[in-house]
């Protein structure tokens, strides 16, 4: 069902709907239809459902029957995220098919709408140069001011109650750890409000760990457990044997021996090693 209607650059007018058959496919394959994976697909979409009664909301822009673009928010106190707030929705994520015709801007009118009606604001954790996601520069226009800078990230708000306080990035707290009988400790932290329930760089790692047997331990940290983002403040990260691979691409399969192999072939560091330059996003 139709959620509201909205004027945009685009001919015609946009209606709001929430996720359905209609648009479930550029929602849950984040607009790779043509090359889309279905058991990607299937898991973020069962992420989205089993999330939507603590929150999540996505709302999706039709112009006619067509989806253009869609937003996904949580309340900030849940998103699967190293940072912490109040008094806010956490914009996760905004995603236009149809560029420059103003989609953008009419998708982050709905939601700050709807923060409005909770009381709560906005906050977004924004790019500065990566690609052009979720670009810093196009919320700055919207009114978004900086709370805090992180490497290439930067987390912006807009709309905040005066009590509220400003979001902040979570303090990471991560040790290199010595497993019995294991060589490379491989810690892969994901989000799954990305990656749904299923981490694509784990299983990446795990296939490449398997020449080396039990030499190598591949393990999974899942941003979406509070407990995880207490104990580490680290929503998406890989480390082995201690140190932060230095790259914010989707890792590939000769990455990932790469990295396995060299770990086996250096002393585990007595601290972590960062790489902060880099943004970890999605």
């Known amino acids: 069902m139709s959620m509201g209607i909205r004027r945009s650059g685009l001919q015609g007018e946009l209606s709001w709907r929430?996720?359905?058959?209609?648009?479930?496919?550029?929602?849950?394959?984040?607009?790779?239809?043509?090359?889309?994976?279905?058991?990607?697909?299937?898991?973020?979409?069962?992420?989205?459902?089993?999330?939507?009664?603590?929150?999540?909301?996505?709302?999706?822009?039709?112009?006619?029957?067509?989806?253009?673009?869609f937003a996904q928010t949580v309340p900030i106190e849940t998103a699967a995220r190293d940072i912490h707030g109040d008094s806010a929705v956490f914009l996760h994520c905004l995603l236009v098919f149809e560029q420059g015709q103003g989609v953008g801007q009419a998708l982050i009118g709905e939601v700050l709408r709807r923060a409005k009606r909770q009381g709560r604001g906005v906050v977004v954790d924004a790019c500065s140069d990566v690609w052009g996601f979720m670009p810093d520069e196009f919320f700055s226009r919207l009114g978004f001011k900086t709370a805090q800078a992180r490497g290439r990230r930067r987390l912006m708000y807009t709309g905040l109650p005066v009590t509220a306080c400003l979001p902040q990035y979570l303090e990471p707290r991560y040790a290199p750890q010595t497993i019995q009988?294991?060589?490379?400790?491989?810690?892969?932290?994901?989000?799954?409000?990305?990656?749904?329930?299923?981490?694509?760089?784990?299983?990446?790692?795990?296939?490449?760990?398997?020449?080396?047997?039990?030499?190598?331990?591949?393990?999974?940290?899942?941003?979406?457990?509070?407990?995880?983002?207490?104990?580490?403040?680290?929503?998406?990260?890989?480390?082995?044997?201690?140190?932060?691979?230095?790259?914010?691409?989707?890792?590939?399969?000769?990455?990932?021996?790469?990295?396995?192999?060299?770990?086996?072939?250096?002393?585990?560091?007595?601290?972590?090693?960062w790489d902060d330059s880099i943004s970890r996003l999605f």
């Open 18 to 69: 929430g996720l359905e058959p209609s648009n479930l496919l550029e929602v849950c394959s984040c607009g790779h239809i043509d090359d889309h994976d279905p058991l990607l697909l299937e898991s973020r979409h069962s992420y989205l459902e089993s999330q939507m009664e603590a929150g999540l909301e996505v709302v999706v822009a039709h112009l006619g029957d067509k989806p253009v673009g």
């Open 181 to 273: 009988k294991a060589e490379v400790v491989v810690d892969v932290f994901f989000t799954p409000l990305c990656m749904g329930l299923q981490s694509e760089e784990a299983a990446t790692m795990r296939r490449a760990a398997e020449p080396y047997g039990g030499r190598v331990l591949v393990r999974e940290w899942n941003a979406g457990d509070p407990e995880v983002r207490r104990s580490f403040g680290i929503a998406r990260a890989i480390f082995l044997n201690g140190v932060m691979r230095p790259n914010g691409d989707v890792i590939g399969l000769e990455e990932a021996g790469a990295l396995i192999a060299d770990a086996l072939g250096r002393p585990v560091p007595d601290n972590a090693v």
